[in-house]
């Protein structure tokens, strides 16, 4: 069936760099995407979300990247911190998500 | 706001045995997810609810797991019986969506259940 995948399982950056996660999805009739952030022993956080109308979309020190010609996903974190050390989902709609990426922030 | 409540928080139990799991969602929420996660894996969606009719239930393991949502606002999760392979994380979710339209799922702390 369709799914959401992500290129990378891991990732690790120093603190103060961008990081930047990728995911891949196949459904071209998907129309809304989020990303979640899931830390040890707790429930995937809502991070940011966006709809396929759009290309673009940013938050607080995050933005999300569409392009929906390759069918993938981005999410770029800005000057990142310990505290963003989790790992990251990427989902198609709350129903489909793929298999995350650990994050590591090295001080 | 409250966020999603689930209970309990751990469950050890030996296979074969029953085990439920409840879920309050947050006040106002139509549509409701019952996920399970096992260890390195990203939550696949059990079943979906939107008030109390089930909107997809199709990777849901029917011979031994069940759920409900009785009068559109809690929900149970239940698995009888348990085997070693439902070893896992079960967490709840709850959404403003009603319909066809998607928006971002707000989710509980989940309920680890280790079946031994």
């Known amino acids: 069936g369709e799914s959401v995948g992500l290129h990378l399982p891991t990732l690790s950056v120093q603190e103060g760099d961008n990081s930047i996660i990728n995911c891949a999805y196949s459904?071209?009739?998907?129309?809304?995407f989020i990303w979640y952030k899931q830390e040890s022993g707790k429930g995937p956080q809502f991070i940011i979300d966006?709809?396929?109308?759009?290309d673009k979309r940013q938050g607080q020190r995050v933005t999300v990247l569409l392009n929906k010609t390759v069918k993938h996903l981005s999410l770029q974190i800005a000057a990142t911190q310990p505290g963003d050390s989790a790992v990251y989902f990427c989902?198609?709609?709350?129903?489909?998500f793929g298999a995350g990426t650990r994050l590591t922030v090295k001080p | 706001e409250a966020g999603v409540a689930q209970s309990p928080r751990y469950k050890i139990i030996e296979k074969r045995q029953s085990v439920a799991f409840w879920c309050n969602p947050i006040?106002?929420?139509?549509?409701l997810y019952w996920y399970q996660q096992i260890l390195g894996q990203g939550p696949k969606l059990l079943i979906q609810f939107q008030n109390n009719g089930v909107v997809d239930d199709s990777q849901l393991p029917k011979d031994r797991f069940s759920a409900e949502r009785l009068k559109g606002v809690d929900s149970t999760l239940k698995i009888q019986p348990a085997k070693l392979e439902d070893s896992a994380v079960y967490l709840c979710?709850?959404?403003?969506?009603?319909?066809?339209?998607?928006?971002?799922?707000?989710f509980g702390q989940g309920t680890r259940l280790t079946v031994v």
């Open positions: 006040s106002g929420h139509a549509t």
């Open positions: 459904n071209s009739a998907s129309d809304y």
């Open positions: 989902a198609e709609n709350p129903q489909s």
């Open positions: 966006i709809r396929s109308n759009m």
């Open positions: 979710a709850s959404s403003l969506a009603r319909g066809s339209r998607n928006t971002e799922a707000f």
